[in-house]
């Protein structure tokens, strides 16, 4: 019986692993050619892979969860026979056709819902590739994300080489430092009889404060009130995106009233005719405009460290990253070229990025190219809050809620509008007499928007 191996295609440009966030299909079904076999979630979006073509599907090449490299095999078909057993591997001599076919579908789906999701058990780490004894290597082909891709490249490192200590077999940019430093230079086995695991290299005081943690299993009488679901998909990334930002940036945050009186009136009176044009005009368009003839002032707001190169890349554009919530997660459309827009231009954008994101439509270009963020909650924005810097840029804005206070104008207290800003900068960069300036710029810009009419683009 032929069998015939298809291999997760090129997804994306720089993309060279994915994550299986859900099977769509099981071993044993017989499939139809373009039918959605899987989700797999990059680096950039989630993807749904399509059958290339019809046959029967005798193993899943990994388990949801998993990290996948490009080109390694994600189904073997089973081709023009009766069905097989769901876990059944190609028998010894069986002719297996390589994937020489047509490449399957990927389209980009962000999805509504959280992918991968239902009530499974969670999957075990796959075991590290032994290395054997007629080479040195550890993986033919390695996982490792693009940057830690880069470092090797820099380095003049064989990723091949490098003992993996990360999931699922993947090379860190840890083990690309610990490696170069030939800390890893005698780890291969001298025979496949004496193979063992790499030793992991000694954990930095980094790694030692953020080693994993293990749940430990109920009581008894508690067991049937957990569920145990795999931490994948979209929520994954936001995770390990976050926890890139804290463990990378040095946070600090600046807090400060702005009185939004006179755009909260401007807003009514433009309201009527945006509305003509059929957009919705909300503050945020406002805001965007602030926060770009702010970032013009003081450009490191709007550039990032390439830590690879040790360089501080001034990017002279403007892309304003909007984020949005959604039952996927946290999201953060792009608003492209933002000082180039119109104020009906950035609302009509900002529209149309919001709908597309909660109905999981987001493309991969509207959610990747941002040169700083805004975060704003609404109605339900509260007091105020820390904001996590949206790695690598090196600054963040959170807009709260606008709540009615007492102000002073003119030497009278009266009753105002007054509004939250809370700004999160990287002190790696951005110096704190910076951060407080650009902020009361914006806060300028804010509570006199008649400014920005003047100084628009």
């Given at each position: 019986m032929a069998k015939w191996e298809f291999k997760l295609p090129d997804i994306g440009e720089g993309v060279t692993e994915g994550e299986i966030v859900q099977w769509l299909v099981k071993e044993g079904d017989v499939v139809k050619d373009d039918q959605p076999m899987v989700e797999v979630m990059t680096d950039k979006a989630t993807v749904t892979i399509a059958s290339p073509r019809s046959g029967l599907i005798a193993k899943l090449g990994g388990k949801v969860g998993e990290v996948v490299a490009v080109h390694s095999v994600l189904v073997l078909f089973e081709l023009g026979g009766a069905p097989v057993a769901p876990?059944?591997?190609?028998?010894?001599?069986?002719?297996?056709?390589k994937d020489e076919g047509p490449a399957a579908t990927a389209v980009g789906d962000i999805k509504e819902t959280l992918p991968g999701m239902g009530a499974r058990?969670?999957?075990?780490?796959?075991?590290?590739?032994?290395?054997?004894?007629?080479?040195?290597?550890f993986n033919e082909k390695p996982l490792a994300t693009p940057a830690t891709r880069k470092a090797a490249r820099d380095l003049g490192i064989d990723l091949k080489r490098v003992p993996p200590t990360g999931a699922q077999g993947r090379v860190t940019k840890e083990d690309v430092g610990s490696f170069s430093r030939g800390a890893a230079t005698a780890?291969?086995?001298?025979?496949?009889?004496?193979?063992?695991?790499?030793?992991?290299?000694?954990?930095?005081?980094?790694?030692?404060?953020?080693?994993?943690?293990?749940?430990?299993?109920?009581?008894?009488?508690?067991?049937?009130?957990?569920?145990?679901?795999?931490?994948?998909?979209?929520?994954?990334?936001?995770?390990?995106?976050?926890?890139?930002?804290?463990?990378?940036?040095?946070?600090?945050?600046?807090?400060?009233?702005?009185?939004?009186?006179?755009?909260?009136?401007?807003?009514?009176?433009?309201?009527?005719?945006?509305?003509?044009?059929?957009?919705?005009?909300?503050?945020?368009?406002?805001?965007?405009?602030?926060?770009?003839?702010?970032?013009?002032?003081?450009?490191?707001?709007?550039?990032?460290?390439?830590?690879?190169?040790?360089?501080?890349?001034?990017?002279?554009?403007?892309?304003?990253?909007?984020?949005?919530?959604?039952?996927?997660?946290?999201?953060?459309?792009?608003?492209?070229?933002?000082?180039?827009?119109?104020?009906?231009?950035?609302?009509?954008?900002?529209?149309?990025?919001?709908t597309d994101a909660k109905n999981g439509k987001s493309k991969m270009e509207d959610l990747s190219g941002s040169t700083f963020t805004i975060t704003s909650l609404g109605a339900d924005g509260g007091l105020f809050a820390t904001?996590?810097?949206?790695?690598?840029?090196?600054?963040?804005?959170?807009?709260?809620?606008?709540?009615?206070?007492?102000?002073v104008r003119e030497g009278q207290i009266v009753?105002?509008?007054?509004?939250?800003?809370?700004?999160?900068?990287?002190?790696?960069?951005?110096?704190?007499?910076?951060?407080?300036?650009?902020?009361?710029?914006?806060?300028?810009?804010?509570?006199?928007?008649?400014r920005l009419f003047l100084e628009m683009t």
């Amino acid at each position: 019986m032929a069998k015939w191996e298809f291999k997760l295609p090129d997804i994306g440009e720089g993309v060279t692993e994915g994550e299986i966030v859900q099977w769509l299909v099981k071993e044993g079904d017989v499939v139809k050619d373009d039918q959605p076999m899987v989700e797999v979630m990059t680096d950039k979006a989630t993807v749904t892979i399509a059958s290339p073509r019809s046959g029967l599907i005798a193993k899943l090449g990994g388990k949801v969860g998993e990290v996948v490299a490009v080109h390694s095999v994600l189904v073997l078909f089973e081709l023009g026979g009766a069905p097989v057993a769901p876990a059944a591997t190609p028998a010894q001599g069986a002719a297996v056709e390589k994937d020489e076919g047509p490449a399957a579908t990927a389209v980009g789906d962000i999805k509504e819902t959280l992918p991968g999701m239902g009530a499974r058990k969670a999957p075990a780490a796959a075991a590290l590739p032994a290395a054997t004894a007629a080479s040195t290597y550890f993986n033919e082909k390695p996982l490792a994300t693009p940057a830690t891709r880069k470092a090797a490249r820099d380095l003049g490192i064989d990723l091949k080489r490098v003992p993996p200590t990360g999931a699922q077999g993947r090379v860190t940019k840890e083990d690309v430092g610990s490696f170069s430093r030939g800390a890893a230079t005698a780890v291969a086995p001298a025979t496949p009889a004496a193979a063992e695991p790499p030793p992991a290299p000694v954990a930095s005081a980094k790694t030692q404060a953020h080693a994993p943690v293990s749940i430990a299993p109920p009581s008894t009488a508690h067991a049937a009130l957990e569920e145990r679901v795999p931490f994948a998909g979209m929520r994954r990334k936001i995770a390990a995106k976050m926890a890139q930002s804290v463990h990378t940036a040095a946070h600090f945050t600046f807090v400060e009233e702005c009185d939004v009186s006179a755009l909260k009136a401007l807003r009514e009176r433009l309201k009527p005719a945006a509305h003509a044009q059929g957009v919705k005009l909300t503050f945020l368009p406002f805001i965007v405009k602030a926060v770009v003839a702010a970032l013009k002032k003081y450009p490191v707001l709007n550039s990032a460290l390439d830590e690879a190169s040790n360089e501080l890349v001034y990017r002279k554009y403007y892309n304003v990253g909007i984020a949005a919530s959604t039952d996927a997660g946290l999201m953060v459309p792009v608003v492209k070229d933002a000082d180039r827009r119109s104020l009906l231009g950035v609302a009509r954008e900002i529209e149309r990025l919001g709908t597309d994101a909660k109905n999981g439509k987001s493309k991969m270009e509207d959610l990747s190219g941002s040169t700083f963020t805004i975060t704003s909650l609404g109605a339900d924005g509260g007091l105020f809050a820390t904001p996590i810097i949206n790695f690598p840029e090196v600054g963040i804005l959170g807009v709260h809620q606008i709540k009615q206070k007492p102000v002073v104008r003119e030497g009278q207290i009266v009753i105002g509008e007054v509004m939250l800003l809370s700004l999160s900068f990287d002190h790696r960069i951005v110096d704190g007499h910076v951060g407080a300036a650009f902020a009361y710029d914006i806060i300028r810009y804010i509570e006199n928007p008649d400014r920005l009419f003047l100084e628009m683009t």
